[in-house]
Structures are given as C-alpha cells and as structure tokens.
C-alpha cells in the first residue's frame, strides 16, 4: 500500500508514542518549568541582556530598515501573538510598497532558541533548521533573509540595508559595539546585524518565557481544570490526540520546559488555501521541503509537501495555523486533524463529479507522500474519528493553556 513507500520516518514513531503514554505522570515528577530559564519577562530587565543584544532589540523594531520605511520584524512577529503573525489575512503584507504578499504564515519565533541546524537523524528523519522548510541554518542566517525578501523588507542589496543601518539612531553605539569602521565593510555590518538579532532572539527571556499557565501547573503552582486536564490525557494518549508524538510534550534536557514540538518535520495533507495568491496559479504547489525554496532536497520527492512541526506554545494567540494559514480556529485544526480521511468532503475541493479530491495542496502523484499511518489519521471514510466533539473541546481548552503570561 501507498504508506509502505511514501511515508517519510516510518520506523521512529512507535517509540515516540509509547513516550506518549507515560507522559501526564512523567511530566510532573520532571520538575520542568523550575530552571533559570523560566523566569518571566518581568524579572529580566534589557540591562541582563549583551551589548549586541540590546542592539538586535531596537534593530528587531525598526522599521527603517524596510524599503517600505513601514515594516521590521516585530510588524510580522508580534509579542502580542507570541511572537507570530498579527495579521488577520493569511500571509503579511509586504515588499516596496507594502503591496505584495508571500506564501507562508509567519511563524511564532519564540522558544527556538533549543533549535538546531537542519540534518537527518540516525534513522533518516529530517529535523532541525528555521522556516517552515527547515533552509536556514542558525538564528543568524535566518536574520540576514527578511531585509533582502522581495515581498518583506524588501531592499535591493546589502549595501542599501547598511546605508539606512548607518543612518539609524543607534549608529553610534553599533560602532562601538562592533568597531568604529564597521560600516565601511557593508558586508561585515550586515552580518554582525544578523549576530546582534541573534543574540536579542537567544538572550531576552521574552522568546523564551515558559510563563503559562501549563508551566504553573506542572510546577506545582496552578491547577488544571476537568476539561483541560482531559484535554492534556487526550493529547498524550497514543491511541486518541497523539500529538505528543510529534508536539513532544516531555521537558528535553537542553530546556527548563516541554517544547511541545521535536522539530521535525510531516506532511500532513492540509488543504489548499485559496486565499493564497499564489495559488491561483493550479501549477503552483508549496513543496516545503523538496520545494523551490530549499534547492539542496529537490530530488527528494518522498519529503515533498513535509513542513516543519511547530511548538504549540502560545498557538492559542495566534489567529491563523499551518504553513498555509488554511485554518482559523483550534477547534478546527483538530477537527481536520482526526476527520481528514473520515470525512475528506468536510475539508478538500471536489472534482467534476463531485467527489472530494483528498491532499489537494500536493500534485496529485505526490499525495501518497501524506501520512496516514500514525494515530489520528489512520482512519478511513466511514470510520469513527479517533475523538468526539467534546473531546475536541477539551483538547482546544488544553492548548489555551500553552500561552505565556499566565497570573494565577
Ligand atoms: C513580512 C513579514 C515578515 C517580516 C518583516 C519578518 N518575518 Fe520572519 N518570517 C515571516 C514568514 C512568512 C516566515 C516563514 C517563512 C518560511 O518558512 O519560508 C518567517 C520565519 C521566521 C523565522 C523562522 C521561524 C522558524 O520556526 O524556524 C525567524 C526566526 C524569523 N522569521 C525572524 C525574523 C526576523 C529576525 C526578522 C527581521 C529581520 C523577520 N523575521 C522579519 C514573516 C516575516
Ligand atoms: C505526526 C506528527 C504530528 C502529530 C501526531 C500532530 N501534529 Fe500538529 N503539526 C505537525 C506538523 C508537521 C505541523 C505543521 C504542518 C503544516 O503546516 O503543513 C503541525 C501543526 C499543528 C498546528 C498548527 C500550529 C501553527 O502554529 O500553525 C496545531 C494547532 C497542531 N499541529 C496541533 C496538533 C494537535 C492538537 C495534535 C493532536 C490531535 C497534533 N497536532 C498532532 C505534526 C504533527
């Protein structure tokens, strides 16, 4: 069948599942969430951070450095959406004159800083890497792309980023932090505003807060209601949400918390989105890791349509999900999740017959590419979805739980 060759890490998950199922117990006697690092924003104060780093904060808001003159970092990744997309349409707006769009939801920056580089693990699963397909290697090399992205910030060449850094407020202390001639190697200027946004992104606490109220309750400092507490046995359980397989819900031994993602990467088979500009165009396909972004995995077509799994921490605040931004509430998101290949009508376009045409968002001979062995979307049309309504509720009350900030 389809899955014996297509789908992309089939011998690892087993084990992952079976984590799954110790882990409402385990995770309270790991003591997560008590470290240093789970102090929240209101200890720190930007005094605690690096030279380079307090640079990178004023960089990150600077809208200057836009060839809109309109738009920086934080006007795609807002504090107010955990460091996500604030926008209300799919995509941001973006490039020279705030006119142009790209294809991708902006993503929560926060909690990356336990992010690798991209590689494949020992058993061939790929992981790691920043962007939705994983090609940016570190924080840093990520920082360099959104002032050069046509449709972001859109500025012709490094030399025309450099300029305007030069002209910023802070000029001044850029020199002295990185040498009074900085500026006139405009290529060392830019990458070591790239270190300084770096530093910002894994120094502030704010990208790392571990202050929500899931972290207050497995500290032993807030209780769970029936619902949320439901919600939390049915997202470990290995034979009901499952999503601790992939969104690992066991504190790792580089963070003070569960991350809630092991930053690996599936394909789900999430519809297209039509509100997408892009794909007007029925030849466009968003190939995610095998796609035109990346050029190094195009021969691999078996990771064609695999996207990168994102941390669930603060995924209540944000107003779109998926790569794709094709759904607008949790509720459902996990009504796809355990309904997808249920009730495929619910969710795909239908054809000239009108049947519904399943994992429209792939060219139709890479659709065997989505997985449908591991739990919940293992089923088939007609069988019963692996939860009910109400249990979808309680799953929905259980990731509001994941947003930082929370006072008792
Ligand atoms: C116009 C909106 C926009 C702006 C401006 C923008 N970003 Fe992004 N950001 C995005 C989108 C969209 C993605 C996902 C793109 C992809 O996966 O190909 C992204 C991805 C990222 C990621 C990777 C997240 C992950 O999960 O790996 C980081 C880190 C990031 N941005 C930081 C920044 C920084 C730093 C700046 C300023 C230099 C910035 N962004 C400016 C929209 C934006
Ligand atoms: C086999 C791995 C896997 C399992 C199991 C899994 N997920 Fe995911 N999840 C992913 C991947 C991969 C994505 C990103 C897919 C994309 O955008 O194409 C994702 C995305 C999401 C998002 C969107 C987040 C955002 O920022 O856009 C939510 C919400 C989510 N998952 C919740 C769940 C819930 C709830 C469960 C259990 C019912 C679950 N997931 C089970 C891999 C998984």
Known sequence: MASSFSVPFPDQRPARLALGLILALGLAACGGGGGAGSSPRSDASASELSAAAQLGERIFRDTSLSASGRQACI??????????????????????AM????????????????????????????????????????????????????????NPDIAAVVAKLAAAPYAAE??????????????????????????????????????????????????????????????????????????????????P???????????????????????????????GLCGATRTDLSARTDLCGAFKVPSLRNVALRKHFFH???????????RFYVRRDTDPQLWYATDILGNPVP??????????????????Y??????TPALDDAEIADLAAFLRTLSDGYTP
């Open 257 to 287: 918390g569960a991350l809630f993602t092991d930053f690996t990467y599936d394909n789900l088979g999430v519809p297209r989105n039509m509100a997408i500009a892009a794909n007007a165009d029925p030849a466009f396909f968003d190939g």
């Open 378 to 383: 293992n089923r088939r049309p007609g069988d």
């Open 359 to 376: 994992y429209d968002d792939l060219p139709d001979t890479l659709r065997g590419n989505v997985n449908i062995t591991e739990v919940p």
């Open 99 to 154: 006119a142009d769009q790209g294809n991708r939801n902006p993503p929560s920056i926060r909690y990356l800083r336990f992010n690798t580089a991209f590689h494949f693990e020992s058993d061939g699963t790929p992981a790691g890497g920043f962007f939705w397909d994983g090609r940016a290697a570190s924080l840093r090399e990520q920082a360099r792309m959104p002032f050069l992205n046509p449709v972001e910030m859109a």
């Open 174 to 255: 850029f020199r002295q932090v990185f040498g009074d001639a900085i500026f006139s190697t405009p290529e060392d200027a830019f990458d070591r505003m790239a270190f300084a946004l770096e530093r910002y992104q894994l120094e502030d606490p704010e990208f790392a807060p571990f202050s929500s109220k899931y972290d207050a309750f497995v500290a032993g400092r807030a209780t769970l209601t029936a619902q949320e507490l439901n919600g939390l046995a049915l997202f470990n359980r290995g034979d009901k949400g499952n999503c601790a397989a992939c969104h690992s819900s066991t504190k790792p031994a580089n963070a």
């Open 324 to 334: 794709n931004s094709a759904f607008g509430s949790l509720e459902d998101v996990i």
């Open 75 to 96: 006007s795609c990744h807002d504090p107010a959406t955990g460091h996500a997309s604030p926008f209300d349409t799919p995509t941001a707006p973006g490039g020279p």
